[in-house]
C-alpha cells in the first residue's frame, strides 16, 4: 500500500516546492541590499500613495507628479497586490555618493481638475511612499521629550494646510522640494557601498528663477553649489489654478556605522515601542491562571473518579448525581452534525495555516522587507491544509455514523471560502468604485480562483477520502435509545451566559497583543516581535482549551450532556471581544469618516474575527472532545 500512495504524495509535495518556491523568487530579488560603487545609479522607486484616514491606496502616478520617460512597473508577488502595493519607477536617479543640490524634475501648471485633486488628496493626509534598494522612504522626527531618540514615519504628506500672509481663508501648500538623505555603510576591503537609511524632509517651496523656462534655469531661492541643502521657504508653494508648480529635489550622502544586515532596526522601532513588561506581565497572568484551573480540575476529577469507582453496586452508582448519570446520552450525535463537521474541519485548516505561518516567522523566513510576504506565505500553508481540514471533518462525521462523506467533503472546501469571497467581493466592488489601486485585477482574481479549485478543493477530497478510510472511533460508552430529559438548570449555566463567559479568557490572551497589531494594519506602521505572537498563540491555545474543559465539566455536573455545539462556542465567542474591540479602537484610534473606508474597516474586521472565532471554537472542541472521551472510558 505504502508504495502505491507514495508517487501521489510525491507529486502533492512537488507542487508544494514548486509553487512555494515560485513564490519564494517572484518576491525575494531586491530584499537584500546590493553592493555600489562611487557612481553608481540608484533608481528610486514610487509606491501607492496611502492614508490613514481613508485606507484607500492610490496609484502614485493617479497625481499629475513627474514621470520618467517609461513606467516601470515592479515584479510584485500576490500578497503586495492583495494590499493594495504598486511599486513603479521614478525620475528620482541618484549617483552613488554624489551629492546634488537644486535638481529640477520637472514643472506643471495646474488646472482646474488638478488643483481639485490635489486639494481633495491634502485633506485626506495622503502620503507618497519611496523606495531605495528595498528601504523604504522615512520622515525623521525628533522627540521633545527624549532628546536622544528619533522616531520614523513612513512617507511625507502630499501638503498641507494653513493661512499665508495674513489671509483669513485657510490655503493648500504641496510640497515640490524634497531634501533627500541616503545613509550607506562603507566596506573598507573592497570599498563598496550599502545603503541604510533613506529619508526625506519635504518643503514647500515657491521657486523664483529670472527669465525664461529652459533647461539651464537657475533659481534665486536655491543655491545649487551648496554642499548642504539650502532653500528659501518663507514663500510656500499654494496649490491653485495657472499657479506654476516646479519639483525639485536635493539628494544628500552620509556614511553611517550601521550594517545593512541592521537597517531595518531603526524604522521597526517606530512602530514596536512595546511595553515589555506589560507583555510578560499579562502573559504571565494568563498562564498563571490557566495552571489553577488545570490544577483545580485534575483534582477535582481524580477525586470524582475514585469515589465512583469505590461505589458496590450498580444501584448506587445509578443513585451518584452528577456527570456520571449522563453516560448514555453524553455522545449522542448533536443537532446539525454534519455543520459542525465543515466549521471542525475549517478550523483545522486555518490552525495549520497559523502554526505553519508563524513558524516560518519565527525561524526568520518572514521579515517586514519582504512586502506581501506575510499574506504570501499564508496563502500557500491555507491551501496545502485543505488536506487536514477534508480528513478532520470526515472522520468525525463517520464518528457520527454518516456516510454521505462526498458531500461533507464538498462543504469543507467550499463553505468558509466562499463566505470570504462574498465579504470580499462586496469590498472590491466599492473600492472599484473609488479607481483605488487596492482593488485586485481580474488575472488576481483568476489565480485565487485557480489555488481553490485546482488545489484546496482536491485536497480537501483527497483528505475525506482517506478520513473515511480509516474505522470509526468508538465511543468508550454505549448510547441510550431514548434521550435523557435534561433538568431545569441554574442560571448561571443558560447556555447563553456560559458561553459569552467562556469568550473572556481566551480574549484576555490576546488583548494586549491587539494594542500592537490594529496600528501596524490602520495606521501603515510594521509589526516585527514574531515571537512574541507565537507565545501569546500557545497561551491562546491552552487558555481555549482549559476554559472550555471546566465549563464543560459544569455543565456534565448538571446533567446536561448537550456539550457539543456549546464546546465550539464557549472558546469561539472570543470571537465577539474581539470584533468588539475592534469597534471600540475605530472610534478611539481612527479618524476613518467616509463611508467607504467604514465599510471597508468593518469588512476586514469581520472576516478577521469569523477567522478567529473558526479557529478558537475548534481548540476549544477538540479539548472537550478529549476531555469526554477521557473521563468516560475511566
Known amino acids: 500500500m505504502a508504495s502505491r500512495k507514495s508517487p501521489a504524495v510525491l507529486a502533492i509535495f512537488a507542487i508544494f516546492l514548486l509553487l512555494v518556491h515560485g513564490a519564494h523568487s517572484f518576491y525575494l530579488p531586491g530584499v537584500a541590499s546590493q553592493d555600489f560603487l562611487k557612481g553608481d545609479r540608484l533608481k528610486v522607486k514610487v509606491n501607492a500613495l496611502t492614508s490613514t484616514k481613508t485606507q484607500l491606496p492610490y496609484s502614485y502616478y493617479s497625481l499629475p507628479y513627474c514621470q520618467p520617460e517609461r513606467i516601470v512597473d515592479s515584479i510584485e508577488n500576490l500578497g503586495e497586490v492583495l494590499r493594495g502595493d504598486r511599486i513603479e519607477s521614478s525620475p528620482y536617479v541618484f549617483s552613488m555618493r ?46 521633545l521629550q527624549q532628546k536622544t531618540r528619533t522616531v520614523y514615519q513612513l512617507g511625507f504628506h502630499i501638503g498641507f494646510k494653513g493661512h499665508y500672509a495674513g489671509s483669513k481663508e485657510e490655503e493648500y501648500f504641496i510640497h515640490n522640494h524634497l531634501a533627500f538623505t541616503v545613509k550607506y555603510h562603507k566596506d573598507p576591503r573592497t570599498g563598496t557601498s550599502r545603503i541604510v537609511g533613506f529619508e526625506v524632509k519635504p518643503f514647500s517651496v515657491k521657486h523664483e528663477y529670472e527669465g525664461k523656462w529652459n533647461d539651464r534655469t537657475r533659481f534665486t531661492n536655491c543655491n545649487p553649489h551648496s554642499k548642504h541643502t539650502v532653500v528659501n521657504s518663507n514663500s510656500p508653494q499654494e496649490v491653485a489654478e495657472k499657479q506654476e508648480i516646479v519639483f525639485t529635489y536635493d539628494v544628500e550622502f552620509q556614511e553611517s556605522d550601521v550594517k545593512s544586515a541592521s537597517r531595518w532596526d531603526a524604522y521597526l522601532r517606530m512602530s514596536n515601542q512595546i511595553r515589555w513588561f506589560s507583555i510578560v506581565n499579562s502573559w504571565m497572568v494568563v498562564f498563571f491562571l490557566s495552571g489553577m484551573v488545570a490544577m483545580i480540575m485534575l483534582r477535582t476529577l481524580y477525586r470524582d473518579i475514585s469515589k465512583y469507582n469505590e461505589l458496590e453496586t450498580q444501584e448506587e452508582a445509578q443513585e451518584e448525581p452528577g456527570w456520571k448519570l449522563i453516560h448514555g446520552d453524553v455522545f449522542r450525535a448533536p443537532n446539525n452534525s454534519e455543520l459542525l463537521c465543515v466549521y471542525v474541519g475549517t478550523g483545522v485548516q486555518l490552525f495549520g495555516m497559523i502554526l505553519v505561518t508563524m513558524i516560518f516567522a519565527v525561524l526568520g523566513f518572514l521579515s517586514p522587507s519582504n512586502r506581501g510576504g506575510l499574506m504570501t506565505t499564508m496563502l500557500f500553508p491555507f491551501v496545502f491544509m485543505g488536506l487536514f481540514a477534508g480528513y478532520a471533518s470526515v472522520r468525525l462525521y463517520k464518528t457520527f455514523q454518516g456516510t454521505e462523506w462526498m458531500k461533507i467533503a464538498f462543504r469543507t472546501a467550499v463553505m468558509f471560502p466562499a463566505i470570504i469571497s462574498a465579504i470580499v467581493i462586496v469590498l472590491y466592488t466599492v473600492i472599484w468604485g473609488q479607481n483605488s489601486s487596492g482593488a485586485v485585477t481580474i488575472g488576481t482574481m483568476l489565480t485565487l480562483v485557480f489555488f481553490w479549485f485546482g488545489i484546496s478543493v482536491p485536497l480537501v477530497f483527497v483528505g475525506g477520502y482517506v478520513g473515511f478510510r480509516k474505522p470509526a472511533l468508538e465511543d468508550p460508552v454505549k448510547t441510550n435509545k431514548v434521550p435523557r430529559q435534561i433538568p431545569e438548570q441554574a442560571w448561571y449555566m443558560n447556555p447563553v451566559f456560559s458561553i459569552l463567559i467562556g469568550g473572556i479568557l481566551p480574549f484576555g490572551a490576546v488583548f494586549v497583543e491587539l494594542y500592537f497589531i490594529l496600528p501596524s494594519i490602520w495606521l501603515n506602521q510594521f509589526y516585527y516581535m514574531l515571537s512574541f505572537l507565537f507565545l501569546v498563540f500557545i497561551i491562546l491555545i491552552i487558555t481555549c482549551a482549559e476554559i472550555t474543559i471546566v465549563l464543560c465539566y459544569f455543565q456534565l455536573c448538571s446533567e446536561d450532556y448537550l456539550w457539543w455545539w456549546r464546546s465550539y462556542l464557549t472558546s469561539g465567542s472570543s470571537a465577539l471581544y474581539v470584533f468588539l474591540y475592534a469597534t471600540f479602537y475605530f472610534f478611539t484610534k481612527l479618524e476613518i469618516t467616509k463611508l467607504v473606508s467604514v465599510l471597508l474597516y468593518f469588512g476586514c474586521m469581520l472576516i478577521a474575527s469569523y477567522a478567529f472565532f473558526v479557529v478558537t471554537g475548534t481548540i476549544g472542541f477538540y479539548a472537550c472532545f478529549w476531555f469526554t472521551r477521557l473521563i468516560y472510558s475511566s
Do not use: H, T, W
Open 98 to 143: 554624489e551629492s546634488q543640490m537644486c535638481k529640477i524634475v520637472s514643472r506643471i501648471m495646474p488646472n482646474a481638475k488638478i488643483v481639485n485633486e490635489f486639494k481633495e488628496m491634502i485633506d485626506d493626509e495622503y502620503r507618497v511612499n519611496m523606495i531605495l534598494d528595498n528601504v523604504p522612504l522615512v520622515v525623521p522626527i525628533q522627540r
